[in-house]
């Protein structure tokens, strides 16, 4: 499928989406999502595949696009806030990886805010400036951020609407990795991804997901549940037979 407002590379059991609009820092508009939203149905398909990296060129994204919004309806900003796209990448089952340089603002890190990680330059600009808008973070934002780097900081970046950098981003839990080269860095993450058992990887993240969202005896029991599943696996016969054998496994996803 041909993309105006991405651009995809795969290699190595890993795809890179590059946000591509950087007339406008990379503004997500309606087509842009819509096409995010394509592109990670493929890539659920892909049985091969093994991580997802996003990422754009100088910058991640500075927001959602301000020109399609200005005139909305309540009911058609609702429509915007993409509720199905962002939580089809927040429970993607790969790790997603977002490498930020640049501005990730707005519905940019909301989307950043929806990966597994982060990998931010030192001088990457993160921050909510939709205070400064008339309006408020809308797609995940109030959310996920208090969730991650608690409450008052989050606050802090969510009233003030200002920006921090990824050295702050690193220190506020926020950012995970700083690399002068956030996708090289990025890359090297899903490389060793890449070789770490697809199916306990796939769980242990739909266990990790759920700590946000369930009391915590339904959180034991599905991580139970999903534990004891795994010895009907291949992959960790492979894994404890390569540990006895002291030699490294090979991990198939089955
Ligand atoms: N929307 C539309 N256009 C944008 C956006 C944006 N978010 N950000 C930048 N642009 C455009 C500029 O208008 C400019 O266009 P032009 O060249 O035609 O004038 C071009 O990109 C380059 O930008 P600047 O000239 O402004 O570049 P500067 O380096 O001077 O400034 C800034 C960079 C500080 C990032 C500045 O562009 C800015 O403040 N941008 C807006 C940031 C913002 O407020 N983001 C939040 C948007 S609201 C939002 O994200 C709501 C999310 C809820 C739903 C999300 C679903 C996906």
């Not at 959602?64 to 939580?87: C, L, N, R």
């Not at 009907?232 to 089955?254: H, I, N, V, Y």
């Amino acid at each position: 499928m041909g993309y105006q407002f991405i651009k995809i590379q795969q290699d190595n059991q890993i795809a890179t989406v590059w946000l591509n609009r950087p007339e406008r820092l990379n503004a997500l508009n309606k087509d842009m999502v819509l096409e995010l939203d394509g592109a990670f149905d493929g890539f659920a398909a892909d049985k091969d595949l093994r991580c997802v990296v996003i990422t754009g060129e100088k910058n991640f994204a500075a927001g959602a696009d301000i020109e399609s919004m200005v005139d909305f309806t309540p009911e058609e900003a609702k429509a915007f806030a993409f509720v199905e796209t962002f939580a089809k990448i927040e429970s993607f089952p790969l790790p997603v990886i977002a490498a930020i340089e640049g501005f990730a603002l707005g519905g940019g890190l909301e989307l950043a805010l929806r990966c597994d990680f982060r990998v931010t330059a030192p001088n990457a600009k993160l921050g909510l400036p939709e205070i400064n808008l008339g309006i408020f973070p809308g797609a995940g934002g109030t959310q996920k951020l208090p969730r991650l780097i608690g409450d008052s900081k989050a606050k802090k970046m969510i009233f003030t609407g200002g920006m921090i950098d990824g050295q702050t981003a690193l220190g506020y839990g926020l950012a995970d990795l700083l690399a002068e080269n956030p996708l090289e860095e990025a890359l090297k993450l899903a490389g060793d991804l890449a070789r770490k058992a697809p199916v306990a990887l796939r769980l242990a993240k739909q266990c990790v997901n759920m700590a946000a969202e369930t009391e915590l005896s339904a959180g034991y029991g599905y991580e139970a549940m999903a534990w004891g599943s795994l010895f009907a696996t291949e992959d960790q016969k492979e894994g404890m037979r390569a540990f006895l054998e002291k030699r490294k496994p090979s991990f198939t996803g089955k």
